[in-house]
Every structure is written in C-alpha cells, then in structure tokens.
C-alpha cells in the first residue's frame, strides 16, 4: 500500500534521472527499457528531431524516489515502429483528419516485448500504472494528438489500458523456447523435429560451415576494435543494401560498447581476423533478442546459423527461456520459431476515427489468430506445437 501521494511529471530525457531508480522499474529479462540502452539512443541522436522520435517520458514519483515511468515519444511519422498504422493515418486523412502528431510508448526501432508501463518492483501495481496512464493523457491533451500507441506491451497490459479507453491489437513473431524442459544440446532439440525438417537443419548447417569461414559467438566484453567496427559497418551495409533507414548513428554504437557491452552478444563469420558477416544481439536474465544481420560475402546458409542456429545453441549452453528473433520471417519456422502473438493498444481520441479503428481490430484479430493457428500446424516438430494463448 503506498504511504504517500504520487506525482505525475514529464522527463524531456531519461539522461536528468538515476539511472539505478530508473533500472529498479525494469524487467528483469529486458535489456531495452534499461537506462543506459534508451539513454544511448538519446546521446547518439539516434531518438530525436533527426528521425522524428521525441522524448515525453511519463514518470511518477512518490516524494523522490522513482516510482514507475513510460518511454513515450511524440511523433510526426509511423516509421521505425513494426506495429503499421500507415492505413489509420491515410483514412484519417481522407477524412479531413489531422493523424500526426501521435504518441507512442515504446522502444524505438526494437520490436521486442517487454513492459511499457515500468513500475518499480515490489511496489502496487495498479495504484501506479493508472498514474501513468494519467501522464499519458495529459502529454496528450498538451500536445493534441490523435492518438497513443503502446507498442510490444505484456499482454497483462493490454487489460490494464483496456480500462483506460484503449484498444487491443493483435499481431505474431516467431520465438523459440527452451521451455517446459530446457534442451540438453542442439541435438536433443533436433530430437523433436520430424526426421525430414531434423536431416534439412543438419544439412544447412553442415553446407555454413563449409565456406572456410570461421564461426563464433562472442560477447560485447569480449569484443575488440575489429568486431565492433564490423557491427556498424554491417548495420550500415546491409540497411543501404534493402533501402532501409539508417536510425542508429555511428554514437550509437560507440555509446553501447562504452556503456552497454555486458548486454551485447554477437555472432561472427571471419575470414581470416575479419569479420565478414555476423549479427547484434541482446541478452539479459533469460532471454536473447536478435536484432541486426549484415553480410559481405553471399554464403549459402551462412544467414540462417548466425542468425538462429548460433543463437540458439548458445540459449541451450546457458538455459536461456527464451529467444526472439525479430519481426516477421516465416522462413523462421523450419529452424524451429513458432508463432507467439504480439500486443498492443491504442488510444484513438477522435471518436469517429475511433469507430472505424475499432471495427477493423476486431477483424484483424480473427485473421491473425486463422493466421496463427495455421503456421503452428505446420512448425516442424513431431509433436503439434502448443497453440499461444492471447
């Protein structure tokens, strides 16, 4: 029970707060809401006037000590998000509606799950996360937006913003899980493959391995200045090569080695001392997140076992639950990811916009539950892959 008020207050940079008090309202298997990952976007200007992502964090205090906060961003674009909204905006716009600005509460550029109503550990939840949510709506009077978007949120959050007026949305990616029963070895993962999808794993890594290439997982610490030259030169490379936007600057990278390392895993393709292809990636408590993959050579295979065989032999080493690999890709299927729903919520606040948003998640939530159901039966285990639950 709290013993004191709380105090709403909006942060312009999560730079002017403790960094501990800030860290003590964050999961303990995200390494994205953590203070020194969202404050090296910031210093790097990665977040910014630059690609359209400004800060407006919600944070609620109980006298000084931090009590929960939300990463929020007021926006005048839909990029960088992974949760589209491009067709929201074109009908507001038909409409003779103003979609833009909007707010968003997530983790810029990063798809991956986690708490977006950060509150500290051991402290009332409900009592704090109805603050924020509070914050929230007042950033968004103050500004006049259409719109809050909370992105890549628990599913237990979506319950919690239901009440307050949002609309659930739902969307997949492709985990893999080391769980009930942790996976003694690759092997035994293969183990539970159907004999065809077992021998064409094998095969795709017997044909990566075969390049004269040499294959290593390494961690940030253990890192040198070869390795994390080659993580942002094949960032650039590769996001130039699919006309992708570049979001993360050259500081960025220098932030996250100089303040960020524990956290990085990497897995590199060497020729010779230099690393050719390789891969960026986030661990923390128990889960991995695969996040960037660049290449300069074209090798068979070589992208399907830096990017998830690698990975997933090391979750097995170190009894890691759980590993994400991204946004879309089915491909990721026959590797052994099986469909997981995603969530979010949405707070539209014209209310004819709202009516029509409304109606299309519903049907949207039916077809990516068909959509769901349909990869599950076809994932490659021998035993039908337990549906996710919503």
């Given at each position: 029970m709290l013993n004191a008020p709380l105090r709403v207050e909006i942060a312009p940079s999560?730079?002017?707060?403790?960094?501990?008090?800030?860290?003590?309202?964050?999961?303990?298997?995200?390494?994205?809401?953590?203070?020194?990952?969202?404050?090296?976007l910031e210093v790097s200007g990665s977040v910014g006037p630059r690609t359209g992502w400004l800060t407006q964090f919600v944070v609620v205090w109980q006298g000084d000590t931090l009590m929960g906060a939300v990463p929020l961003y007021l926006k005048n674009n839909s990029y960088g998000e992974y949760i589209f909204d491009w067709a929201w905006a074109q009908g507001a716009e038909r409409a003779g509606l103003d979609y833009y600005p909007k707010l968003v509460a997530a983790v810029p550029f990063t798809p991956a799950t986690g708490h977006r109503l950060l509150v500290k550990q051991g402290e009332p939840r409900a009592a704090i996360s109805a603050a924020l949510v509070q914050g929230m709506k007042a950033v968004a009077q103050a500004h006049g937006v259409s719109s809050v978007h909370v992105l890549f949120c628990q599913a237990s959050e979506v319950h919690e913003l239901a009440q307050a007026g949002f609309h659930p949305r739902l969307s997949f990616q492709f985990h893999w899980s080391n769980e009930p029963t942790p996976y003694a070895s690759f092997d035994a993962f293969l183990a539970t493959f159907r004999a065809a999808n077992r021998k064409q794993v094998r095969k795709e890594?017997?044909?990566?391995?075969?390049?004269?290439?040499?294959?290593?997982?390494?961690?940030?610490?253990?890192?040198?200045?070869?390795?994390?030259?080659?993580?942002?030169?094949?960032?650039?490379?590769?996001?130039?090569?699919?006309?992708?936007?570049?979001?993360?600057t050259p500081a960025f990278f220098k932030a996250i080695r100089e303040t960020y390392a524990h956290r990085v895993v990497c897995t590199f393709a060497y020729d010779g001392n230099q690393p050719v292809a390789g891969t960026l990636n986030?661990?923390?408590?128990?889960?991995?997140?695969?996040?960037?993959?660049?290449?300069?050579?074209?090798?068979?295979?070589?992208?399907?076992?830096?990017?998830?065989?690698?990975?997933?032999?090391?979750?097995?080493a170190h009894k890691l639950t759980r590993f994400e690999a991204g946004a879309q890709g089915e491909h990721k299927l026959k590797r052994g990811l099986v469909p997981q729903f995603t969530h979010s919520a949405h707070l539209i606040l014209h209310p004819g916009l709202e009516q029509a948003i409304a109606g299309f998640l519903r049907h949207e939530s039916q077809v990516v539950k068909s959509r769901v159901h349909e990869y599950a039966e076809h994932a490659p285990y021998s035993r039908a892959a337990p549906l996710p639950e919503t």
């Open positions: 999560v730079l002017g707060i403790d960094a501990a008090a800030w860290n003590a309202c964050v999961d303990a298997n995200d390494p994205f809401t953590e203070h020194a990952f969202l404050a090296a890594r017997r044909i990566a391995q075969s390049h004269g290439l040499r294959l290593q997982t390494i961690t940030g610490p253990e890192m040198g200045a070869l390795e994390w030259q080659a993580v942002q030169r094949l960032y650039d490379e590769n996001a130039d090569k699919h006309g992708a936007i570049t979001y993360l986030f661990e923390k408590g128990q889960h991995i997140y695969g996040r960037y993959w660049g290449a300069e050579v074209e090798r068979e295979m070589l992208h399907f076992e830096l990017c998830y065989y690698q990975l997933i032999d090391r979750a097995i």
